[in-house]
């Protein structure tokens, strides 16, 4: 079972430009950031409606160059997000998965790295959000899988060259699809894979436009289950290995003032790998998760830790009695 509809709180973006002057080329990011999804993320919640909170963290001083080698003298700073929202699966049916989907009408960042300068602001502010209007997943004995689209709508502020940007000014497509294998006959042993290819509009009044990016994350992890006085769902907790793989596919283009650089050097990428830990209280239908997960192998970026912890309520069952 999908845990949490973490993607919905994938809209931090790392970082619009990553480098440092004469030394790292320039590289647009986008705005889904590895690392949002974990153990199990290629299963759909079962039909409900929930309300979920992710409150995200990323630190970092580092900005590797083409050859992945850090540049520059950058001071720490900490990347913060917080955005609820709102996952439903239903049971309705299209070629036998269930249709579901998620929203985060109100998203608040601080810290946006956007530049090729770690020196941003530290207030929180609207950044863009993210709609996921259509999902499906099916669930089979050995494996679950998933399929979606989503996008991002550029309703956080962004001007050219503006030091107080939240968002990132253009128009983000996710298309997503993913497995959970149960590796033993209990179905306590899982290890899961979510893909998400991401392509961009030009960005507001520019003719800057970001490569496409894919996403590769998952995690290999374990289920323990207690059974809970007069509940039939039981009390699950979840610990795991998590990692993830960011990717540009596709060249960024643009013209004006320095954007040659866009061009130059190799497309950026990222690893990084860690632990999670959640638990899932039925009496009270909710779920608690924990991610850390370091950076390593960046290329043209920043390289970081990340924290995640996301809160989930079920604010109301679908499943047919």
């Given at each position: 079972?999908?845990?949490?509809?973490?993607?919905?709180?994938?809209?931090?973006?790392?970082?619009?430009?990553?480098?440092?002057?004469?030394?790292?080329?320039?590289?647009?990011?986008?705005?889904?950031?590895?690392?949002?999804?974990?153990?199990?993320?290629g299963s759909q919640a079962p039909p409900s409606i929930s309300?979920?909170?992710?409150?995200?963290?990323?630190?970092?001083?580092?900005?590797?160059?083409?050859?992945?080698?850090?540049?520059?003298?950058?001071?720490?700073?900490?990347?913060?997000?917080?955005?609820?929202?709102?996952?439903?699966?239903?049971?309705?049916?299209?070629?036998?998965?269930?249709?579901?989907?998620?929203?985060?009408?109100?998203?608040?960042?601080?810290?946006?790295?956007?530049?090729?300068?770690?020196?941003?602001?530290?207030?929180?502010?609207?950044?863009?959000?993210?709609?996921?209007?259509?999902?499906?997943?099916?669930?089979?004995?050995?494996?679950?899988?998933?399929?979606?689209?989503?996008?991002?709508?550029?309703?956080?502020?962004?001007?050219?060259?503006?030091?107080?940007?939240?968002?990132?000014?253009?128009?983000?497509?996710?298309?997503?699809?993913?497995?959970?294998?149960?590796?033993?006959?209990?179905?306590?042993?899982?290890?899961?894979?979510?893909?998400?290819?991401?392509?961009?509009?030009?960005?507001?009044?520019?003719?800057?436009?970001?490569?496409?990016?894919?996403?590769?994350?998952?995690?290999?992890?374990?289920?323990?289950?207690?059974?809970?006085?007069?509940?039939?769902?039981?009390?699950?907790?979840?610990?795991?290995?998590?990692?993830?793989?960011?990717?540009?596919?596709?060249?960024?283009?643009?013209?004006?003032?320095?954007?040659?650089?866009?061009?130059?050097?190799?497309?950026?990428?990222?690893?990084?790998?860690?632990?999670?830990?959640?638990?899932?209280?039925?009496?009270?239908?909710?779920?608690?998760?924990?991610?850390?997960?370091?950076?390593?192998?960046?290329?043209?970026?920043?390289?970081?830790?990340?924290?995640?912890?996301?809160?989930?309520?079920?604010?109301?069952?679908?499943?047919?009695?």
């Amino acid at each position: 079972m999908r845990k949490v509809p973490a993607v919905g709180a994938a809209l931090l973006a790392a970082a619009t430009l990553a480098g440092a002057p004469g030394t790292a080329s320039a590289q647009l990011k986008g705005h889904y950031v590895p690392g949002f999804t974990g153990l199990q993320n290629g299963s759909q919640a079962p039909p409900s409606i929930s309300l979920f909170l992710p409150v995200y963290f990323y630190t970092t001083n580092t900005i590797k160059n083409d050859d992945g080698n850090t540049v520059g003298s950058n001071p720490t700073i900490a990347a913060s997000f917080i955005g609820p929202g709102i996952a439903w699966v239903t049971n309705a049916k299209l070629v036998g998965g269930n249709w579901g989907g998620q929203v985060v009408p109100i998203a608040f960042m601080k810290s946006r790295i956007e530049s090729n300068s770690l020196d941003v602001p530290g207030s929180f502010a609207f950044t863009d959000i993210y709609v996921q209007p259509f999902q499906l997943g099916w669930e089979e004995s050995r494996a679950d899988f998933t399929t979606g689209w989503g996008f991002f709508l550029p309703t956080g502020k962004w001007h050219l060259g503006a030091s107080d940007n939240s968002g990132l000014g253009m128009w983000s497509n996710d298309f997503q699809a993913g497995t959970t294998v149960r590796l033993d006959s209990k179905h306590a042993w899982t290890t899961s894979l979510l893909a998400t290819y991401e392509i961009h509009s030009h960005k507001k009044d520019t003719d800057l436009k970001v490569g496409d990016i894919l996403t590769l994350e998952g995690g290999t992890g374990k289920a323990f289950y207690k059974q809970v006085k007069d509940s039939p769902i039981p009390k699950i907790t979840n610990v795991g290995v998590v990692y993830y793989g960011q990717f540009k596919l596709t060249s960024d283009t643009g013209s004006g003032p320095g954007a040659g650089a866009l061009l130059a050097g190799a497309k950026d990428r990222v690893f990084g790998a860690g632990l999670e830990g959640s638990l899932f209280l039925p009496a009270s239908k909710l779920l608690l998760d924990l991610r850390a997960m370091p950076e390593f192998g960046a290329r043209n970026r920043t390289q970081g830790f990340t924290f995640l912890f996301a809160l989930g309520y079920q604010a109301k069952s679908l499943v047919h009695p």
